[in-house]
């Protein structure tokens, strides 16, 4: 299994480098570490995404917590799903013990006990952290009918609303905003506007309006509405220069993976509005690790799947890096894992034939080596992986059986009090520490329907059709921005609807434009 004897020259060479490089560790030969020959990427290549895959307990966290660091230190933030919690350890220093000090004494790495800036994020304040929460209207269609596993048919219907709901004003802030939308949709007021949309049965929105509900009774509501996160804050450096690692505390939500799954998507598509083209720096603006990203593709619709696709590809010149992390390299989506340039490929378990065929699967992902990989993959030992990356050419490195860095920071999780000290020391806590519900869809409508029938009637057929698309079902009166007694004119009017545009950048009257993935621009 051995590889032939000239593989130590042929790693030294390819990653001999110059320039600044994240050092992930040394490289093994018959299991014995050759510490000149370390094992390293270039920072500028590493918008050229990754993937870290590997059994439970092979070290992907590990990786990627050694990964965090360096780039904290180099200046780069670092975005992290912390699913399990066992990230948290990285904002206080590591302990040293006999046996980590023989490790990192054998692959030549100069080890002390360090922890680095962080900042704890948790969704919609489940958990220690300042709490992260997006609108329903930037949220989008798309990411929402994932979240409520909706199908095909659902899921155009959403769009449907949403395109209601975008054209004619209606601030959908929070999920209450949405179900208020599908409920006049449905009732004898909305008749009209139903209509006009054109492919959204009452019956179809019959049943996503339950799947909300539903939803909401899980505990959804306070994942959505304002105020909303903004993704640049990610973006910033602590006063002495090093990259704020921000992680996102997921331990609360565990049971919600489609859930945060998603949102890390719409983190992500949110940054690619946001951010503008950088092509290839020295070194990223961000790397973002997308931890448990079997949870992403699982069950992924074709379309779905397609905008993965785009964004990870779109991202790179935005300067963003993105590493999925998860078990199988085949649970990355074939157009994805294409795009991902630098492997990060811990152990793999053979026991069933499904496994076996797994591994042969992500053996057949690599460059050609001299290593036997299927066997050399289920004998690596713990924090040992194998790697090829991109040279500061964008070249494929030789294939390398490495034994990785130990993180200096905490390799378990940080207690709660230090935590807690951190939040509530966080300038982002201010910012979004408390939600607020403005005056959006939900009241406006919840006031139209309770007013008598027919004159909730009349105002409905003077304006509130007056903004849907398809084709014109009736004769329009005032067109939106007139302003009538009609739901639209009444939102458009409101104080809360102009301050939403405003944080929506739109233009009053114009449809939210949505992108890719059907999330709203800010
Ligand atoms: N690079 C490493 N240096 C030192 N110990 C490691 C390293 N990688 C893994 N380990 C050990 O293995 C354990 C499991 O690693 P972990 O990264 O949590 O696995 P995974 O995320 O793949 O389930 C860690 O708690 C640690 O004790
Ligand atoms: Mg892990």
Known sequence: MAASADIVETVKQGYAFTGPALELGCLLVDDKPVVDAQVRVPLGMLNRHGLVAGATGTGKTKTLQVMAEQLSTNGVPVFMADIKGDLSGVSQPGVANDKLTARTQSIGQNWEGQGFPVEYLSLGGQGNGVPVRATITSFGPTLLAKVLDLNETQTSSLALVFHFADSAGLALLDLKDLRAVIQYLISDEGQQDLTGLGGLSKATAGVILRELIAFSDAGAEVF????????????????????????????????????????????????????????????????????EAHL???????????????????????????F??????????????????????????????????????????????????????????????????????????????????????????????????????????????????????????????????????????????????????????????????????????????????RSAGTVLGREITRSIFGTAKR
């Open 296 to 322: 992403l593709f699982k069950d992924a619709s074709k379309a779905f799947l397609d905008q993965i696709t785009q964004t990870v590809r779109l991202i790179r010149s935005k300067a963003v890096g993105v």
């Open 224 to 291: 959505f509405g304002e105020p909303e996160f903004n993704t640049k804050d990610l973006l910033r450096n602590a006063p002495d220069g090093r990259g704020i690692i921000t992680c996102l505390e997921l331990p609360s939500v565990q049971d919600k993976p489609a859930l945060f799954s998603t949102f890390l998507l719409w983190m992500l598509a949110d940054l690619f509005h946001d951010l503008p083209e950088a092509g290839d720096l020295d070194k990223p603006k961000l790397v973002f690790f997308f931890d």
């Open 324 to 501: 999925f992390v998860t078990q199988n390299p085949k649970d990355v989506n074939d157009d994805v894992l294409a795009q991902l340039g630098n492997r990060v490929q811990h152990a793999l378990r053979a026991y069933t034939p499904d496994d076996a065929k797994a591994l042969k699967a992500a053996a057949s992902t690599f460059p050609n080596s001299s290593y036997d990989l299927e066997e050399l993959l289920t004998q690596l030992g713990i924090g040992e992986a194998i790697i090829t990356v991109l040279s500061d050419r964008g070249a494929p490195t030789p294939v390398a059986w490495t034994r990785l860095r130990a993180p200096q920071s905490l390799m378990a999780p940080a207690t709660d009090e230090a935590i807690t000290a951190i939040v509530n020391a966080s300038p982002l806590k201010p910012e979004y520490g408390q939600e607020i519900d403005r005056e959006s869809a939900y009241e406006r409508l919840q006031a139209k329907l309770a007013t008598p029938p027919s004159a909730a009637g009349r105002a409905a057929a003077s304006g509130g059709g007056a903004a849907s698309r398809g084709p014109a079902p009736a004769p329009r009166q005032a067109p939106a921005a007139d302003q009538g007694p009609g739901i639209v004119g009444e939102v458009v009017h409101s104080s809360a609807f102009k301050s939403f545009l």
